[in-house]
Nanobody, 124 residues
Framework: QVQLVESGGGSAQTGGSLTLSCAVT????????AAWFRQAPGKEREKVAF???????VYVDSVKGRFTISRDNSKNILYLQMNSLKSEDTAMYYC??????????????????WGQGTQVTVST
């Protein structure tokens, strides 16, 4: 059974940085797809970024150039480095393990495993 536990959320000011972590068990990140999603109040859950086994990564346009998804294979941890934060980045952030992903197309498969989420709040 895949388990994902996020950490690292919190409060930051506009222009600041935060790094989210997701400890994964039951799945070897180096041979799998992993993704970050977020959901703001009153909005649908949005795919922020995903990374494939070959390290190909895809980002939603609103975070390109500001966020970086990465992983530590030795620790089996997924990261999301968030720089130049904006108020619109405020949301609950979730890590997920899609069944497949294709960076070239930006598509991911069904997500059966989700973390509990970590809150990110950006204020001016």
């Amino acid at each position: 059974q895949v388990q994902l536990v996020e950490s690292g959320g919190g409060s930051a000011q506009t222009g600041g940085s935060l790094t989210l972590s997701c400890a994964v068990t039951g799945l070897t990140l180096s041979s799998a797809c992993a993704a970050w999603f977020r959901q703001a109040p009153g909005k649908e859950r949005e795919k922020v970024a995903f990374i494939a086994a070959d390290l190909g990564a895809v980002y939603v346009d609103s975070v390109k150039g500001r966020f970086t998804i990465s992983r530590d294979n030795s620790k089996n941890i997924l990261y999301l480095q968030m720089n130049s934060l904006k108020s619109e980045d405020t949301a609950m952030y979730y890590c997920a393990a899609p069944s497949w992903c294709v960076p070239g197309s930006g598509l991911i498969g069904r997500v059966d495993s989700w973390g509990q989420g970590t809150q990110v709040t950006v204020s001016t």
